[in-house]
């Protein structure tokens, strides 16, 4: 079925897609950070009007 291809496909991709994705992960990890320092934490208003 689908799903044996899905699994030969991820076996095959998954070293570079993960190491692609802990990079994404990271550089959005920094941007939401340096967003969150620089504008004093705007990016969660609705958590602090409860």
């Keep these: 079925s689908d799903f044996s291809y899905f699994q ?3 076996s095959v991709f ?3 897609a993960r190491a ?3 990079i994404i992960f ?3 990890l920094l941007d ?3 967003i969150a320092s620089s504008q ?3 990016i969660q208003p609705e ?3 409860c």
């Design 8 to 10: 030969l496909a991820v």
């Design 14 to 16: 998954w070293p570079e």
């Design 20 to 22: 692609y994705l802990t």
């Design 26 to 28: 990271y550089i959005a």
């Design 32 to 34: 939401r950070s340096m």
């Design 40 to 42: 004093g934490s705007v």
């Design 47 to 49: 958590a602090r009007t």
